[in-house]
């Protein structure tokens, strides 16, 4: 019996942002049909999408509608707002959902995903507990104590996240928790404060037939509970690099499905702690665009459709840093930039501009990615090439 992969395929991807535009990039190299699913017109991956749809993706029968009209081999999601029950309905159906329907669904709550690798897996975690009230979280950041980090449970790219320094901050933090939260979840969790040397992404790749594989550890800032640079190797000793992928082996495959999931970890002088797992590509692994002879886009390509990776090439130290839009009282239309021929000018630099219709405070319109001779050096181009583009509210 023939058992070569036909392509194309029909992926149906829900969540357009620009994770979603360098997938699809990736997905129509190879001549497969896409249709970029979100809430807003123009989201950046509809611009390259072969069909486009706006709905709400917490509207089970919306979801119903559009997988109806288009019929798709696969299911991808890109995003956390999303009606995780039809995806169970559609899976039965025999739609490929990635990596799979109950995978999904545990990974769009931190809350499942933490019991999963705490409870039942016994991976170390920080402390935490849940609060779905003002004054619950009042009284398990006492229990924790302070200071310690809050974050929605179901939220995307940091959004909603805060360090907590005293009980003074504690009302503050639940009402940014509670504006970043994606969906209609009104909980939020509280976890210790964790001493970390460097935080890091681990990307892994599950494969349908294959071994599971891993790209080189990613560094990464953050800023606001959100990535604002990445670095690719990262430093850290070969110990913590095998302890990591062991922990990212022992979670992604209680999992199951296929496809790359990016695996985050605190580092401490001693320890390797399980932080987040994000199934799809991670916004910090954007520095793969450069820094790799197959980037994460690519990875999750070929793994969702069963094909070879047959090797993964760290091409040398790299790094991403974001452009975001200032701070800006409201969302703003009619976007132009400035600085992209100057950013340009440095060898060994990239500029990736997401297309996103409107800005906002401290919105990722952009990344700049750079390579150097050390990690120091790659970090410092990108930085400065980031800043040399300028975002007009025109």
């Known amino acids: 019996m023939d058992t070569s992969i036909r392509l194309p395929k029909k992926l149906m991807l829900l969540g357009a942002g620009e994770l979603g535009k360098e997938f699809v990039i990736a997905a129509q190299r190879l001549g497969n049909h896409i249709i970029a699913v979100d809430r807003y017109e ?3 991956a509809m611009q390259v999408a072969d069909a486009s749809e706006v709905i709400s993706m917490l509207n089970g029968d919306d979801l119903e509608t559009v997988v109806n009209k288009h019929k798709p081999d696969l299911i991808i999601p890109e995003i956390e707002a999303i009606r995780t029950e039809k995806l169970v309905e559609f899976e039965q159906r025999g739609i490929t959902v990635i990596p799979t329907a109950a995978a999904t669904n545990y990974t769009m709550n ?5 019991e999963l690798a705490h409870t039942e897996l016994g991976v170390r975690t920080a402390k935490y507990a849940y609060a779905s009230t003002l004054e619950e979280l009042i009284a398990v950041s006492n229990t924790i104590g302070f200071p310690n980090v809050v974050k929605p449970v179901m939220s995307s790219s940091g959004k909603g996240q805060s360090v907590v320094n005293d009980k003074a901050d504690v009302e503050k933090a639940w009402n940014y928790a509670i504006a970043g ?12 404060f964790i001493n970390f040397e460097i935080e890091i992404t681990l990307l892994t790749v599950k494969q349908w037939q294959s071994n599971t594989i891993y790209c080189a550890p990613i560094g990464h800032r953050q800023e606001r509970g959100d990535y604002q640079e990445s670095w690719q190797p990262a430093d850290i000793s070969k110990d913590k690099i095998s302890s990591a992928q062991e922990i990212a082996k022992k979670v992604t495959d209680k999992l199951g499905g296929a496809g790359i999931f990016g695996v985050e970890f605190f580092i401490t002088r001693d320890e390797v702690i399980f932080s987040e797992l994000s199934p799809r590509p991670h916004d910090t692994g954007m520095v793969t665009l450069i820094s790799q002879n197959l980037n994460e886009f690519e990875l999750h390509l070929r793994a969702v459709l069963g094909l070879p990776i047959p090797h993964i090439e760290q091409l040398g130290a790299s790094a991403s840093a974001v452009i975001l839009s200032p701070g800006l ?3 703003s239309g009619s976007i132009s930039y400035e600085g992209v021929d100057k950013a340009l000018a440095e060898k060994d630099v990239d500029i990736k501009l997401f297309g996103k219709p409107t800005a906002h405070p401290f919105r990722r319109m952009g990344v700049a990615l750079a390579k150097g001779n050390s990690e120091e050096e790659a970090r410092a181009k990108a930085r400065k090439a980031a800043s040399q583009v300028k975002i007009i509210n025109s």
Do not use: F
């Open 329 to 331: 009282t409201e969302k």
């Open 110 to 114: 931190r809350d499942r995903i933490r």
């Open 42 to 44: 123009q989201a950046p």
């Open 181 to 192: 939260s994606r969906g209609d979840s009104q909980k939020v969790i509280v976890e210790e």
